[in-house]
């Protein structure tokens, strides 16, 4: 592509102003910074217009070949040539350098953040809405020579490509993304089959069926993830086609690493953390603990009302079917009244009522999948940081306290070593274990302190989506009024056909 830069190709001037004005929390450049240093070119706002449309930045950030790319528009425009990516193909030896003065001084263009700001995420429902779209559809079964198994099309509206996944990849991308995100909120899956004895009201159909849901509102969680979205093997999952996605996905989990290997600021944790991390920590925890709570009932509320509109849609169809039983009558009507005229209104009704029926069965269906479908996306959010919770409690803190009492056998062991002689090889092995304990504590700590910071993040992004409340409030008031409205109307159509029963001297009046 025209304008490409290949970061092999950049000048060490390019690398240092980089590092002198980059976030210090990730490999990217702020565009008010980058605003800043625009400034400082004295070069006309047309030019300045001209460099900033061909940059790329997403979420108010530029990448590092974004930004290699600017800083080689501005040499261009600055040597009165138009700043143009196609010039760029020219420069084969080395990119121009522009004149913006040593590096070490734009380091005052860097908006320096207070430590929270590290911490806290700047991000609304609406922006981890638009992130992504993906659709999770069944496609038809395909029979091997042994069994059958169901497969499905992803579709990711940011990628616009589909590709075809079996559960099992999901079950493997599942597996890697935990690996590599740990310390963050990852949802969990269906399960693969029906529980045995647990699930036997429930048919094969229905169960794949929520499955398929379930599976929909996992990729969506996760494409719509802060940190998930602009990993590799989420896209992996979402754009690869090959035949073998599943090695694809361990194949690049092992190039990367788990986030703390790979997270710049990692290491450095403890610092951004507020002295109160542990009181902040069981304060959010159990708020969150009372919103799952009561988000659970109000999603099973919400599933009774769709089943309601289900019962009531089969009871309309029943009880019209049973009006239609009146129509046997026509070949030995009783001698009391005209058959032919009430029989032929009592066929009219049965229609209306089996119209009313497919209404209220649509009711169910928008009432599902508005409003149940809605809860249940947020209540898989909520027990994945649920499951986070634990993993923090279970996993890294357990593992640092086993390795401090490991630590603290081997220090007796040395003690004693001391004043019994021993072996002066075995006391130097011994010495030796010592220190690669002390090396395991000081990592395990430094992981400790990521995960708080990890935690606090995923707190906040809980609280992001809280507003999701509005949206799932406003689904159900909309279903209704939709419902109600397509009933009333068939109703109010259905009132004046009943006066063609029992009226004048073909039937009987009521007694009223």
């Given at each position: 592509m025209a304008g490409e830069i290949n970061e092999g190709s950049v000048p060490a001037y390019y690398r240092e102003v980089y590092e002198a004005i980059r976030c210090r929390a990730d490999e990217r450049v702020q565009v008010e910074v980058f605003q800043r240093l625009l400034q400082r070119t004295d070069l006309s706002k047309t030019v300045l217009g001209q460099i900033a449309e061909h940059v790329d930045a997403t979420d108010g950030f530029l990448s590092k070949l974004s930004f290699y790319k600017a800083l080689a528009l501005i040499a261009l425009a600055q040597q009165g040539k138009q700043p143009s990516p196609k010039l760029l193909e020219n420069c084969i030896q080395e990119l121009p350098k522009p004149q913006l003065g040593e590096p070490r001084e734009l380091r005052a263009l860097r908006m320096q953040p207070a430590q929270e700001d590290v911490l806290m995420m700047s991000q609304t429902l609406d922006k981890l809405l638009a992130r992504d779209t993906v659709q999770v559809e069944l496609i038809p079964e395909k029979k091997g020579l042994f069994l059958k198994h169901v497969e499905y099309q992803v579709t990711s509206q940011r990628y616009k490509i589909s590709v075809?996944?079996?559960?099992?990849?999901?079950?493997?991308?599942?597996?890697?993304?935990?690996?590599?995100?740990?310390?963050?909120?990852?949802?969990?899956?269906?399960?693969?089959?029906?529980?045995?004895?647990?699930?036997?009201?429930?048919?094969?159909?229905?169960?794949?069926?929520?499955?398929?849901?379930?599976?929909?509102?996992?990729?969506?969680?996760?494409?719509?993830?802060?940190?998930?979205?602009?990993?590799?093997?989420?896209?992996?999952?979402l754009t690869f086609s090959g035949s073998d996605v599943q090695t694809k996905l361990r194949d690049a989990y092992k190039k990367m690493g788990d986030e703390f290997m790979t997270n710049r600021i990692a290491t450095q944790a403890k610092e951004y953390l507020p002295a109160d991390i542990q009181t902040q920590f069981s304060t959010s925890r159990e708020l969150i603990r009372n919103i799952h709570n009561s988000f659970l009932k109000l999603r099973d509320r919400a599933e009774k009302m769709a089943e309601r509109s289900k019962e009531n849609a089969t009871d309309l169809l029943m009880f019209g079917k049973e009006l239609r039983y009146f129509i046997t009558m026509d070949s030995n009507p009783p001698p009391c009244f005209c058959a032919s005229s009430w029989l032929l209104s009592l066929k009219s009704l049965s229609v209306e009522f089996a119209v009313l029926s497919d209404k209220a069965a649509q009711q169910g269906r928008r009432e599902e999948d508005d409003v149940v479908e809605k809860l249940n996306l947020f209540l898989d959010l909520l027990q994945s940081y649920r499951d986070l919770c634990e993993r923090h409690e279970k996993g890294v803190l357990h593992?640092?306290?086993?390795?401090?009492?490991?630590?603290?056998?081997?220090?007796?062991?040395?003690?004693?070593?001391?004043?019994?002689?021993?072996?002066?090889?075995?006391?130097?092995?011994?010495?030796?274990?010592?220190?690669?304990?002390?090396?395991?504590?000081?990592?395990?700590?430094?992981?400790?302190?990521?995960?708080?910071?990890?935690?606090?993040?995923?707190?906040?992004?809980?609280?992001?989506?809280?507003?999701?409340?509005?949206h799932i409030l406003g689904a159900f008031v909309n279903s209704q009024v939709q419902g109600h409205r397509e009933m009333g109307e068939v109703w109010t159509e259905l009132q004046p056909k009943l006066g063609c029963l029992f009226g004048g001297n073909n039937g009987l009046k009521p007694s009223i």
């Open positions: 075809y996944r079996r559960y099992s990849d999901f079950d493997v991308f599942h597996e890697v993304l935990l690996q590599r995100f740990a310390y963050r909120v990852v949802p969990a899956l269906p399960p693969k089959r029906m529980l045995k004895g647990v699930l036997t009201s429930i048919s094969e159909r229905e169960f794949i069926e929520g499955r398929r849901r379930a599976l929909g509102r996992f990729i969506n969680l996760v494409a719509r993830h802060p940190f998930f979205s602009e990993d590799e093997l989420v896209k992996t999952f593992e640092h306290q086993r390795a401090l009492h490991k630590y603290s056998v081997m220090k007796r062991q040395m003690m004693s070593a001391t004043v019994q002689p021993k072996e002066q090889a075995s006391v130097e092995q011994l010495e030796s274990r010592i220190v690669q304990q002390e090396n395991a504590i000081q990592t395990m700590e430094l992981r400790n302190y990521f995960s708080l910071f990890c935690l606090h993040q995923e707190t906040q992004l809980i609280f992001t989506y809280l507003p999701i409340t509005s």
